[in-house]
């Protein structure tokens, strides 16, 4: 490698290779690609990373399994393409995108029983799409930068399939089931969490805490032992036709200001469908279809004054007269 120019393609046959590659300066548009991830294998001892491309952008690495370093992939540049590679058993996260590596694509990847992340992304605006992370001691994709874009990945058997502290994050498409948690997004603004299967979760299933004007968008949220979404001092959300079903406890716990809760489906929970506790303010609740939940609506003072409920279909609700109708 240290002989190739700026474009050209390096093919990696089939095997073994204990060692660690950098991708250094004066590489710009090299393409690695290896024979397949079941075929070329890049080998640790638990120390290192596997493939670092530092110094060089627009850089393909393809058709690899990288296994049994400290971290598995590291990219600090941009505009690279990470494609058909499979990470597995780093000791800290299988890739990791510092400060500095922006608009790199991660594209049918597997990220795998890593002892911290699948994926973490400490900068702006890389693509994760149709990508595949189980088994991550901590998260499966983990953004603590903005504007980062997540689309059609699944993430099973992780802390939490995916979290977020970074600002106008996009979610689209995902499916993230069987996790501690599917989705926690902490302290952003902006961001749309669009058509994701957010199910099977041993706590609660989506933990929106300090979010500012984020869209939560025709979602399923179901069948987590805890809550389905908790919208926790928060201000100016959107959850709108949403499907939140089949949760231990509360289908919708609504402690925001100024947010609105509209046209979703919330049944079969085992606590309240929705909940607008002492802490919400200014919120709309409006035109939800609630059916077998215990109650269906919920609000303890001063949220039964202080927010407005209306057009709701449902039959049970405390205190009594929150339906608009039966449903």
Do not use: W
């Amino acid at each position: 490698m240290n002989q190739s120019a700026p474009g050209d393609t390096i093919r990696v046959a089939g095997g073994i290779y204990r060692e660690s590659v950098t991708i250094g300066e004066e590489k710009a548009r090299l393409a690695i690609i290896g024979s397949g991830a079941g075929d070329t294998i890049l080998e640790g001892d638990g120390t290192g990373v596997g493939f670092t491309i530092s110094g060089s952008s627009s850089v393909t690495i393809a058709g690899f399994t990288v296994t049994g370093f400290e971290v598995g992939i590291r990219v600090e540049t941009s505009d690279n393409v990470i494609r058909n590679v499979t990470v597995t058993g780093s000791a800290a996260s299988g890739i990791d995108v510092p400060q500095g590596g922006t608009r790199n694509l991660f594209f049918e990847i597997a990220s795998n029983s890593n002892r911290v992340d699948g994926i973490v992304i400490r900068s702006s605006s890389n693509y994760v799409i149709n990508s595949e992370f189980h088994n991550n001691t901590d998260d499966g994709i983990d953004f603590l930068g903005p504007n980062n874009v997540a689309i059609g990945n699944v993430a099973t058997g992780n802390n939490t399939g995916l979290s977020t502290f970074g600002d106008n994050s996009v979610l689209i498409g995902n499916r993230f089931v069987g996790n501690q948690r599917a989705l926690g997004m902490t302290g952003a603004t902006g961001g749309l969490v669009y058509r994701n299967a957010l199910s099977r979760s041993s706590e609660n299933s989506v933990t929106i805490l300090t979010v500012t004007n984020a869209l939560l968008l025709g979602n399923e949220v179901s069948c987590s032992q805890g809550q389905g979404y908790r919208l926790s001092i928060s201000e100016g959300l959107r959850a709108v036709e949403n499907q939140v079903e089949n949760n231990g406890t509360i289908g919708i716990v609504v402690g925001t200001e100024r947010s609105v809760v509209d046209d979703n489906v919330v049944k079969d929970n085992a606590g309240a469908g929705i909940d607008a506790g002492s802490t919400a303010t200014g919120n709309a609740v409006r035109r939800n279809q609630l059916k077998r939940n215990n109650p269906d609506i919920a609000t303890r003072p001063p949220g039964d004054t202080n927010n407005v409920i209306d057009e709701n279909r449902c039959k049970t609700s405390v205190p009594d007269g929150l339906c608009a109708c039966d449903d």
